[in-house]
């Protein structure tokens, strides 16, 4: 599940004065057309379908030109799909690893689901229309199931180290990659049949080693078996012999890969969110460009006058020039390997920055100059959000205590809760001065006010409609992205006055099933020179005022 292909757009900028009301924003950085890329497969249609979990969405994809003709979603059964595939009669599965479901769409449209359980991510077909399911990442498992999604799953074996992409072997053998084991193995399915230990109990073979960490495998119409490892590598293997040859070399974060009856392969990126098909003369063609997938948190540093934008993006923290939107650089975490964790907010202190991710419940302080994390938090229920104040800091935590929320504060002393909230989302500091919104009452307010904790805090703003990131203006107001309405709006703290600065702001994506409601977190930031940057999580873009 861990690139920037981003597009440039800039618009004019009147530095230092702030936007009128209703003001057009000017999109500096525009994404992928996913919300990330995940499991493929070529439909009895002929088009590539294409799993994006983050964007809760199968795209339907013409091969050729790499236009969307179709998008299947909550309306067609779709919930946070990760791979998918096609049955004998016709039929689309896929997966759901946030809710363990298993889907079947038959070709009348009728839906079929069955809970298998969390973390079941590949899925495939045997060549005689057997039907099987690994776990990954929030289980570890493989199991045969019922086509029709009627009878029990059977449990095949456990313990096999996270079974990704797999696909069934001319010689009748199951293959797939081991995610934390840097190999590819086959499996007799037939012979481990509820294995605890898949190595001593089954017939488990490895085909390859010496991979980063291996993500998908599929074999073309000539039995030929392919691979896309983590590190960008696309490899042909050789079953007999073990040996590999390096098809292309692409941005880090692949995910999957599909493969048509001209034996073309198509490359998914979970981490970019493009597609990409690789040529015969060993040229990628790009079918869907890739770039931000889930822009969140937004964060400026300066220098000499320049001013670095700095996003928090899901699955990687990616910066670029605020002037010109160019990238200057992306960090992609890997899953499992790495210590940097895929942030989903971000908030500037001096040189570094603060990070916060619910997917890993960890808050991190990341120093940009060395591209090190030099500390991490990593006993947070839910962190939504984390930012620096008065030399500690602050986390907006969702699941605490009685499962409500809280703004909480990691001092030397230890945690100390400045205020229950019902779901925190932005938090904004100025000085002594520390505000919080609440998306899910829509309250905007005071806790600490010249250093001194609120008690109760002071309401400074109500009736929002779910209200995310927040940020301190230069003339010391609010800015808060409305995602509920699509705007932002500034808020006058002392009044409690509010302004709409811009409206139709592309924020608000909702939450996947098994996620918190702010999911994203389309934020905003200030940077000095007075531009303001804002994130909008529904169509990957990047706004400056």
Excluded at 169 to 178: A, C, E, F, Q, T
């Amino acid at each position: 599940m861990p690139r920037s292909f981003a597009f440039v757009l800039a618009g004019s900028i009147a530095l230092g004065v702030s936007p009128p009301a209703h003001a057009k924003p000017s999109v500096l950085v525009e994404g992928a057309r996913l919300h990330g890329a995940n499991g493929m497969n070529v439909g009895p249609d002929g088009r590539l379908y294409v799993a994006s979990l983050l964007g809760d969405e199968i795209a339907v994809v013409n091969r050729k030109s790499g236009s969307v003709v179709d998008r299947l979603d909550g309306s067609d059964g779709v919930e946070g799909p990760d791979d998918l595939a096609f049955g004998p009669d016709g039929s689309l599965y896929w997966t759901s690893l946030l809710t363990g479901n298993v889907v079947r769409r038959s070709p009348s449209g009728d839906i079929t689901a069955q809970n298998v359980a969390l973390g079941v991510n590949p899925i495939t077909f045997s060549d005689t229309g057997r039907l099987f399911v690994a776990l990954d990442f929030l289980g570890d498992g493989l199991y045969e199931l019922d086509p029709d999604l009627s009878a029990p799953p059977r449990f095949i074996a456990g313990n096999l180290g996270f079974l990704n992409g797999m696909d069934w072997g001319p010689d009748g053998r199951l293959y797939g990659p081991i995610w934390t084991q840097g190999r590819v193995v086959s499996i007799d399915v037939d012979s481990c049949t509820g294995a605890v230990d898949p190595e001593a109990e089954c017939d488990l073979r490895t085909v390859a080693d010496g991979f980063f960490i291996p993500a998908a495998v599929k074999f073309d119409g000539l039995g030929r078996l392919h691979a896309v490892d983590q590190n960008g590598e696309v490899v042909r293997i050789d079953v007999a012999t073990g040996d590999t040859e390096v098809l292309a070399v692409l941005p880090p974060g692949l995910d999957n890969l599909a493969i048509d009856a001209q034996n073309k392969l198509y490359v998914s990126s979970a981490t970019d969110g493009f597609v990409v098909r690789l040529e015969p003369d060993g040229g990628v063609r790009s079918l869907l460009p890739g770039g931000l997938i889930l822009p969140g948190g937004v964060a400026v540093l300066s220098e000499g006058g320049a001013e670095t934008v700095y996003v928090g993006d899901m699955a990687a923290l990616r910066s670029f020039d605020g002037d010109t939107g160019e990238p200057l650089g992306v960090e992609r975490p890997f899953l499992g390997f790495s210590e940097l964790h895929g942030p989903v907010t971000v908030s500037a202190d001096g040189p570094e920055l603060i990070l916060s991710s619910w997917f890993f419940s960890v808050v991190q302080i990341y120093d940009t100059g060395t591209g090190s994390v030099l500390e991490t938090y990593s006993d947070f229920a839910t962190p939504l959000n984390a930012v620096r104040f008065q030399g500690d800091v602050v986390v907006a935590e969702l699941g605490a205590g009685q499962g409500a929320g809280r703004v909480v504060r990691e001092t030397g002393g230890g945690r100390v809760t400045l205020a229950p909230m019902s779901v925190p989302s932005g938090l904004a500091v100025e000085g002594g001065d520390l505000w919080a919104a609440d998306w899910a009452t829509g309250e905007v307010l005071q806790l600490v006010s010249g250093g001194a904790t609120l008690s109760p805090p002071l309401e400074v703003a109500a009736g929002l409609w779910q209200p995310e990131g927040m940020a301190v203006d230069l003339d010391g107001t609010l800015l808060v992205v409305e995602s509920g309405r699509r705007k932002l709006l500034r808020i006058d703290p002392s009044t409690g006055e509010i302004t709409v600065l811009a409206k139709h702001l592309e924020v608000g994506l909702p939450a996947i099933t098994g996620t918190p409601p702010t999911f994203g977190m389309s934020s905003v930031a200030v940077g000095p020179s007075g531009a303001i940057y804002v994130s909008g999580d529904k169509a990957n873009v990047l706004y400056r005022f």
